[in-house]
């Protein structure tokens, strides 16, 4: 296995820390005045998908883990899975629903997404940063609600609600923010 600084880390890179795989989540250099430099860290757990902070010495040095990532479709929803096919190879693999966190809500089936693999397994999702969805329901904004700032409840195709503002109708197709699960923008 191959070994990686800690100068080398960044978002996406995954470690072996403490005997098990983790992806950086975040990365910050830190040179106090008084002292010598560190990189404080926030690092995600690819068995439990737990996030825990730690601090390393600068040129410290961690274990680079054997992740792939791979452009998969995804298929369909099982249970507490998510079921992905390599449309290269027909390759189906699997994904703890959980694995993904909040982004399952917006994953749409038939979509290709990049899939971190290790030793064979699915273990994570890499999400992007927004979604184009298009609105399925759609509640009427009250008449004469113009205040700024007035929203009304909608259903996205993969069946999230959010809020959105009165302008938007069914049929139109929207752009939500994975990482709030908030609308941006109607496409």
Request: charged share 25%; with cysteine; proline share 4%.
């Amino acid at each position: 296995m191959s070994t990686i600084s800690t100068s080398e880390l960044k978002k996406g890179v995954c470690v072996i820390f403490r005997d098990t795989p983790h992806i950086v989540v975040d990365k910050t250099f830190v040179s106090p005045g008084k002292g010598s430099a560190f990189y404080r860290t926030r690092l995600k757990n690819l068995k439990t998908n737990n996030v825990i902070e730690f601090t390393f010495k600068s040129g410290e040095k961690l274990e680079e883990a054997p992740l792939e990532v791979k452009e998969m479709q995804y298929l369909y929803k099982d249970g507490e899975n998510l079921t992905f096919i390599n449309p290269q190879t027909y390759e189906q693999l699997a994904l703890p629903k959980e694995m993904a966190g909040s982004f399952w809500a917006l994953m749409k089936e038939g979509e290709i997404y990049q899939v971190y693999v290790l030793e064979n397994q699915a273990v994570a999702i890499r999400p992007p940063l927004k979604v184009r969805l298009k609105v399925t329901a759609s509640e009427a904004g009250a008449k004469g609600n113009t205040v700024t700032g007035a929203t009304k409840e909608v259903e996205v195709e993969t069946g999230y609600h959010l809020q959105v503002p009165l302008f938007i109708k069914e049929g139109n197709t929207i752009s939500i923010n994975v990482e709030t699960g908030q609308y941006t923008e109607r496409v």
